[in-house]
């Protein structure tokens, strides 16, 4: 059975005439949406500002040449995806190869054959939507920071060292809450507070990497750096305790189980990378900090604070925090006490 | 004899539409006679790059309409600006006859 393609929106780039009026007409006799440019700056310009779900890019071009879009495609994150056949005369075989080598998704020769234009147009449409699948399916299971990194270098075990933040957070006496009510209603009760605390991760530019039970690890500044993760990292640890706050609200309305929290985080070097098996890995963050982390936000049970953060990420924070030095403090598998600060708003 | 490769050109109707052809070989008719005096001026300036640029669409727009004369012949002097020798001898005046007898074949083909 043939599926009936959905109509797709192209952009034809060429700048002859005929050959664009030839294109653009065979593919809207072919049910698609069409939009032409002369040359290739006319044409970047367009696949910047409007979203194409293919482009048939001509090689031999004024001002800017298709080499030049081709590459200006592929080096731009958000660009990257959509799929370039390139159109050339027969006698330009070898650019085509080299475009082909570069990443161009297909090629035709002109005159183009309507045949073969429908043919490789479908099928390159059809890739697309299976790799936008993809994508979907890799953002649902990892986070998008992930994904993309593995879009785009391809999946291998191995940890490199980063600079980050690593956020720890835990249900207090979730133990006991489990325990006292039905499975159904304990699996709704953390669904609902893990997307909340997802959001306050991610709007943060933060990615989890890890749920256990009721716990959940946060990486702020990793697979990609950013300057300010230890800030991300608290403000994402206020926000999260400021939407429990709401949650909680809410469950006492309607006579439901509330909820606390202990949240620890901790930064400096740490290794980051895929960790398991060719056929089952996460992404995940390994080390000292890592561990000093977690310890921190066990410690929150002693301090009776719900967010503490180690001196690193302090030194991270702009003056708009309110900040509690805790003084030193002694953990396991540490040889030094470590100075800890309570955070609020 | 046919400058008109005729199964070419019924295919290119049947892709792009039967009431579509005359519009298509009215753009050429118009752009075609712009390219010859791109390369006229180019020779004389002897730009042997934008010699080759008009040649090269001489030569896909012909083949586009299923003209093989016209195409091979500007396909020899797209060769020519490509390896920059602009001696071409009178090959754009043969060119340009071919484009001539090439243009009203395709009148007719329109009616």
Known sequence: MTAIPEPAKLLVIDDNKVNRIVLSRSLEQQGHVVETAENGEEGLKKIRTQSFDLVLLDIEMPIMDGFQVLEACLNDVDLRQIPIIMTSAMEELDAVVKCVELGAEDYLTKPVNPILLRARINASLEKKRLRDEHRKLFRTFATKEVAEELLRTGFSLGGKNVTASVLFADIRAFTTIAESQEPSETIDLLNGYFSLMFDAINNNGGSVNQMVGDGLMAVFGAPLFIEEHRELAVRAALEMLDQLKVFNIQQAAQNKTQIHIGIGIASGNMIAGYTGTQSRAIYTCNGDTVNLASRIESHTKVALRPLLIDHNTRMGLSDSYHLEDLGPALFKGKQHPVNIFSVSR | ?111
Do not use: C, W, Y
Request: aromatic share 6%; charged share 25%.
């Open chain 2, 1 to 111: 004899m046919s400058k008109i490769d005729l199964n070419t050109f019924n295919l290119l109707k049947e892709t792009t539409g039967a009431d579509f052809i005359s519009e298509l070989i009215d753009s050429f008719l118009e752009d075609a006679p712009n390219l010859i005096t791109q390369m006229r001026s180019a020779l004389a300036n002897t730009d042997a790059d934008s010699f080759r640029r008009a040649a090269h669409s001489m030569k896909s727009n012909a083949a586009t309409f299923g003209a093989m004369e016209l195409s091979a012949l500007a396909r020899e002097l797209e060769i020519f600006g490509r390896d920059k020798n602009l001696k071409i001898g009178n090959r754009l005046d043969v060119m340009e006859e071919s484009f001539h007898q090439t243009a009203n074949q395709l009148k007719k083909l329109k009616a």
